[in-house]
């Protein structure tokens, strides 16, 4: 597979703290979950980036909603938690000083645009935008490593997104939209029916309360795993609550790489610890 993004064959399982949102639009915040993120040993983080006057449904434009700031329009509301060009350059800045990656999934065509000039490395697809042609054109245009995310599709929806984007630089991610998720609807095996079907990295995004179901979607052949992180599950924000804190999202890259070690080559042979019970049990 052609492309400059470390997933797949011969690397370990890449990890994605999603920030997504959970920032609620503030830069010392969205730093704090980058440090977390680092710190537990995750690869990259990612946020989310929408330009509200287009990606903003009309019937949803002037519902209220009541947020931490306030009564406010869902469209006013999201231009509140949107970051632009000088927050994204912070962002940037920090990436590169905690020594991770930072990239975003777009809503719209502008969004594309707008994390092109940001210099991002790889693009993502958001499993509601799985279906928008306009912005799995523009993402394909860009040359760029593209991730996508499966949420709330049949094969019929993937095979076209799949034609769309193509498969020299396209990682697929399974992925069941449900927040918070019931391990009735993980379809686990959905991963390795995947690779079998596409023939490209596939790996896993994952909207679940705990660590077993990504811990098994390792051990069923998964090369990525995206998990939502916050600071406090309590703090404001429709994401928060299937996210990850501190300590959880520690323990789960802990036990990728754990799982990993454990995997082997699939070849059976006889370890080094073994061999003294050779000498003893069988004489």
Not at 206 to 215: M, N, R
Request: proline share 5%.
């Amino acid at each position: 597979m052609t492309m400059h993004f470390p997933v797949g064959s011969g690397n370990h399982v890449y990890i994605v703290g999603e920030i997504g949102l959970n920032h609620n639009g503030d830069v010392a915040t969205a730093k704090k979950l980058m440090k977390m993120a680092a710190d537990a040993g995750a690869d990259a983080v990612k946020f989310q980036k929408r330009n509200p006057e287009v990606s903003t449904p009309l019937n949803m434009r002037d519902k209220l909603r009541v947020t931490p700031w306030g009564e406010m329009t869902y469209l006013a509301y999201r231009h509140r938690v949107e970051f632009g060009e000088s927050e994204y350059a912070q962002i940037a800045a920090y990436a590169r000083e905690l020594g991770i990656t930072w990239f975003a999934s777009p809503w719209d065509v502008d969004s594309v645009a707008f994390l092109e000039n940001m210099g991002v490395a790889v693009h993502k697809v958001a499993s509601a935008c799985l279906s928008n042609d306009d912005i799995l054109y523009a993402l394909r245009d860009t040359g760029k490593p593209i991730i996508a995310s499966t949420g709330m599709s049949t094969w019929d929806d993937v095979d076209h997104a799949v034609a769309v984007l193509g498969k020299e630089r396209l990682i697929l991610l399974h992925a069941t939209s449900t927040y918070p998720m019931p391990p009735d609807e993980a379809d686990l095996l959905n991963i390795p029916a995947m690779k079998r079907r596409y023939g490209v990295p596939v790996g896993y995004s994952g909207h679940e309360p705990g660590l077993q179901i990504s811990l098994a979607a390792v051990a069923l052949g998964a090369e990525l795993i995206e998990r939502h992180i916050t600071l406090d599950r309590t703090m404001w924000g429709s994401d928060q609550a299937a996210s990850l804190e501190p300590n959880g999202f520690e323990r789960l890259v802990r036990d990728i790489r754990i799982i990993e070690r454990a995997m082997g080559d699939g070849e059976k042979k006889i370890h080094a610890g073994e061999e003294p019970k050779i000498a003893s049990l069988r004489g």
